[in-house]
């Protein structure tokens, strides 16, 4: 679990006063408690915890464009930091070919043909690669590829 290795990752953190991975470890802590507490999650696995990181990063990634965007580099630079952090707990993101290789084989496996089977295909999709790949990413090639 994802969780026990955070706790971890934190003390290793606060003894090297590495505030960049601190930030970045305290807000992986932080939804990881929270998802926890929600009703239905009493029994959080791996799965949910992947989720839960991508939501983190895309989170940060969407702070950094727009940080970005208004020309202000110093806290675009906190939220890469924290994003380097986060991405360290996801397992390597997939390809855009490889993305289309799994898509082509969940093609195969729906019998999916026209957009009308699209929610069949990203329903296997987002199961088989959670955390691999990004959601958008899945959602443009499988509309690329029923479209």
Do not use: W
């Not at 799965?47 to 970005?68: C, H, P, T, W």
């Amino acid at each position: 679990m994802i969780s026990t290795t955070i706790d971890q990752e934190i003390k290793a953190a606060m003894l090297a006063k590495d505030n960049a991975a601190l930030r970045g470890l305290r807000a992986i802590k932080a939804a990881l408690l929270v998802a926890k507490t929600e009703k239905d999650a009493a029994d959080l696995n791996e799965e949910g915890e992947l989720k839960i990181l991508q939501k983190l990063i895309k989170q940060r990634k969407e702070s950094a464009d727009i940080y970005r965007a208004q020309n202000r580099e110093d806290l675009y630079q906190v939220e890469a930091e924290e994003m380097e952090v986060i991405s360290r707990f996801l397992p390597t993101q997939m390809s855009k070919a490889e993305i289309e290789t799994a898509i082509d084989e969940f093609i195969k496996q729906t019998g999916a043909t026209n957009m009308k089977d699209m929610g069949k295909v990203m329903g296997l999709a987002n199961k088989q690669l959670v955390g691999k790949a990004d959601g958008k990413l899945i959602s443009e090639v499988v509309k690329e590829k029923l479209g």
